[in-house]
C-alpha cells in the first residue's frame, strides 16, 4: 500500500469520525445527571450509583477500599462476618488533602466504610487547586452527579466559596 493511500484513508477515517461524534455531540448537553442511590458492597469492592437517567436503570460503578474503622483491625483485612452486598450509604465526605471520598455504610455497628480515590478541584480553575491547608477536611457532599458521556461522577463539597468539588472515574451501564 502506497503511503499516499494510507495517508487518504487515514484522513477519510479521521472524517468520517469527526462527523459521527459531532452528530452525537448534543447529547453531551444532558448530562451529568443526579444519583438517586448510592450503595457500597464489601464482597466485590465496588460503590454503584443509581442515576435519574431514562427507564431508571442505569447506574455508575467505581472500585472502593471498604474496610472497618476499628483500631484493633487492618484496614486492609477481610473480617469473618464480611459486608454482605450492597449496602446503603449513610455519609459521603471528601478530603482535599488525601484525594480520597468516604462513605459511611449502613452495615453492622456502623463503622464500616468504603473508600475511594478522587480529583479534587475548585471549578473555577481551569487547573486542578489542592485545598489550602488548616480548612477542615474531609467535608460534607452537597451534591453527586454522574455523567456517561465522560465516565466520571462528580461531587459538589461544602467547602470554601461552594464551588470545591471532587471527581472520579466510574463505569457508566444500563442494567
Given at each position: 500500500?502506497?503511503a499516499?493511500?494510507m ?7 479521521l ?24 450503595n ?21 460503578d ?16 477481610r ?6 452486598a450492597?449496602?446503603p ?37 481551569a ?11 474531609p467535608?460534607?457532599v ?7 458521556d ?6 459538589n463539597?461544602q467547602?470554601g ?11 457508566i451501564?444500563?442494567?
Amino acid at each position: 500500500m502506497s503511503a499516499r493511500r494510507m495517508l487518504t484513508g487515514t484522513f477519510l477515517g479521521l472524517g468520517a469520525l469527526l462527523m459521527v461524534s459531532t452528530a452525537v455531540a448534543p447529547a453531551a448537553s444532558a448530562a451529568p445527571v443526579p444519583v438517586t442511590t448510592l450503595n457500597c458492597d464489601g464482597d466485590t469492592y465496588k460503590c454503584t450509583a443509581g442515576l435519574r437517567f431514562g427507564d431508571g436503570r442505569w447506574f455508575a460503578d467505581w472500585n472502593a477500599n471498604v474496610f472497618h474503622q476499628s483500631a484493633a483491625r487492618s484496614a486492609s483485612a477481610r473480617s469473618a462476618e464480611s459486608v454482605r452486598a450492597p449496602v446503603p450509604v449513610t455519609t459521603l465526605n471528601c478530603d482535599g488533602d488525601t484525594y480520597k471520598c468516604t462513605a459511611g455504610l449502613r452495615f453492622g455497628d456502623g463503622r464500616w466504610v468504603a473508600q475511594w480515590d478522587a480529583r479534587v478541584f475548585h471549578q473555577a480553575g481551569a487547573q486542578a487547586m489542592k485545598a489550602p491547608r488548616g480548612e477542615a477536611a474531609p467535608v460534607p457532599v452537597t451534591a453527586l452527579n454522574c455523567d456517561g458521556d465522560t465516565g466520571l461522577c462528580t461531587a459538589n463539597l461544602q467547602f470554601g466559596d461552594g464551588r470545591w468539588a471532587a471527581q472520579w472515574g466510574a463505569r457508566i451501564f444500563h442494567q
